[in-house]
């Protein structure tokens, strides 16, 4: 029997500590046979997720939308398109949900809509309406060109002409995601009852979409260059938006008051929750301001889903972290439908049967909660997509060079059978990778030694060991293949020790002293060094180590 899920205990903080699948319902689980994954498809596999051991799940829009930027283009913000379901679909995944013990949440994507959204059409239809203000309006520049230097994540000017107004509109993202203008009370109310909207139907929180975008510089400031030798995080070096210091088209201070607003709305419903996705130039002290008493429950940034990793640059990213974030509770996740997966992000760290267990065990151990990107629990690389098969219009833009989220996000293989591994009986919308057929769901569910069983294997561990729910944090000394740290104090402290590479390791433990734990499924030892001194840890290839500390450390870093 699975031990009890946090979720389903009364308390309000079960978010912190909690592990959070990720699902993309559209390479989930079609189940009307149309290549499309949808919301009953998500019904039929909960208890997969149960099976996990995880405590909620976030689910990727499935608003209506025209489906230019697959579901982050809005136009309506409390129903469901018809290629996902119903609202009745909906509530039925909600109930049978709870019913296993598993929480809810659902992306919010507040910062723009859809071009097709009747506030949109409204708003641009004349500069005297009810909605004029309602997104982010300007004049051109004496010359015609744009108000400022301001660029679009997808690519190219961050601002569009739009000839009925004769004005240019903000857009971060396709000139298809209009920006609303949160210097409007009016947006900021809809926001809200966005939120109450959803909250009354049972749903247990938010991953709030690029929440530090919400708010612009009202003066429409440009941007200045980076310093030299620095780029923006989270887009890839290819793209010129890594080229400026995002100073004023996003991150402003004005958007605090606005998280605490909607916090006032998350806390008249006890146990529901708020994860904000930052990216930032300085993105863990974004994370600790938006985070403090009062504002978001958490969040997760980019840093460990930009970069090809090293022990040391991940050593050095956690350090980064404790420093800047001395209250912050984050949401740790290496993968997620915009990056390259992280089985081959961080291909050089291990093989990705083991590297990918290991890596879950990783993020479980650090001091946040955890979201897990459907397919990290099987180990799954990133699919290869020919230009002629992309849909993501990102990728499209910046080929080949850059070859978008397509490949994140392929069907779920749930099979060994069938042309689409029982995703679909219909071709699905993304070609099925061949490579993910021998990592079917089903197969390692059976097997004890896949990556499905050696995941939820530590999940299960970390419920014995409050210490690694929500402990306190201290980080170890760097080391060429090793990313050390405690968690927790006194006699609850334990040891937690990585070796992120594919070659044996040993690690000095230093002033520490500790007792083996078993249970989690990893292979790691205890000796004396040579000149008995000391401990080190001795790892595998992609080994961990997990013991009771009965010394303390000298950390690097805490953390309270």
Excluded at 53 to 64: E, L
């Amino acid at each position: 029997m699975n031990p009890q899920p946090l979720s389903a205990q009364a308390d309000p903080d079960w978010w912190r500590g909690a592990v959070i699948y990720q699902i993309y319902p559209r390479s989930f689980q079609d189940s009307n046979g149309d290549g499309i994954g949808d919301l009953p498809g998500i019904v039929r596999r909960l208890p997969y997720i149960a099976r996990l051991g995880v405590d909620a799940i976030w689910i990727s829009p499935f608003f209506p939308s025209p489906m230019r930027d697959f579901g982050y283009d809005i136009t309506d913000y409390c129903g469901v398109d018809p290629r996902f379901g119903t609202l009745a679909d909906l509530d039925a995944l909600v109930a049978a949900a709870h019913a296993l013990g598993l929480k809810v949440l659902i992306d919010l994507v507040l910062s723009h809509t859809s071009s097709d959204h009747a506030w949109f059409k409204e708003s641009r239809s004349s500069r005297d309406n009810a909605k004029a203000d309602w997104y982010v309006w300007a004049n051109a520049q004496a010359d015609g060109t744009p108000p400022n230097n301001w660029l679009s994540i997808f690519g190219g000017s961050a601002w569009h002409w739009d000839t009925e107004r004769c004005q240019y509109y903000l857009h971060n993202f396709l000139t298809s995601q209009p920006d609303l203008n949160f210097h409007q009370p009016e947006v900021r109310a809809a926001a809200l009852d966005v939120a109450r909207f959803w909250l009354a139907r049972g749903i247990d929180g938010f991953r709030l979409d690029v929440v530090n975008f919400y708010h612009h510089d009202q003066e429409l400031r440009s941007n200045p260059p980076q310093p030299l030798g620095r780029f923006a995080a989270a887009v890839p070096l290819s793209n010129p938006y890594a080229f400026q210091r995002h100073l004023y088209d996003k991150t402003r201070p004005e958007n605090l008051q606005f998280l605490h607003d909607l916090r006032a709305v998350m806390d008249t419903v006890p146990g529901s929750t708020t994860i904000g996705e930052i990216g930032d130039d300085e993105q863990y002290h974004t994370l600790g301001e938006y985070t403090r008493e009062g504002r978001l429950h958490m969040a997760y940034t980019f840093n460990l889903m930009g970069h090809d990793c090293t022990p040391r640059f991940i050593h050095d990213v956690l350090a980064e972290f404790l420093r800047e974030t001395t209250h912050a509770w984050a949401c740790w996740a290496l993968s997620n439908h915009d990056v390259v997966r992280v089985a081959t992000r961080w291909r050089a760290l291990g093989e990705p049967e083991q590297l990918a267990p290991q890596l879950a065990a990783f993020m479980g151990s650090l001091r946040g909660s955890v979201c897990l990107y459907q397919g990290e629990e099987l180990g799954l690389t990133e699919a290869d997509i020919a230009f002629e098969d992309l849909q993501d219009p990102y990728g499209k833009e910046m080929w080949p060079r850059f070859k978008g989220r397509d490949g994140c996000r392929t069907p779920l293989p749930w099979s060994t059978h069938g042309p689409y591994a029982e995703f679909s009986d219909a071709p699905p919308w993304l070609p099925f990778a061949e490579a993910h057929r021998a990592l079917a769901a089903g197969m390692q569910v059976a097997d004890p030694d896949s990556v499905f069983a050696r995941t939820r294997r530590f999940f299960a561990f970390r419920r014995t060991q409050r210490s690694l729910v929500d402990g306190a944090m201290a980080l170890l000394p760097a080391d060429d293949q090793v990313v050390a740290w405690t968690r927790g104090q006194g006699d609850a402290a334990i040891l937690c020790v990585f070796n992120l590479s594919p070659r044996a390791a040993r690690y000095a433990l230093a002033g520490i002293e500790a007792d083996v734990l078993d249970g989690h499924g990893f292979a790691g030892a205890l000796e004396r060094s040579h000149d008995g001194a000391a401990l080190e840890c001795v790892l595998p290839p992609n080994g961990a180590f997990f013991g009771r500390v009965r010394a303390t450390p000298q950390p690097t870093r805490n953390l309270p």
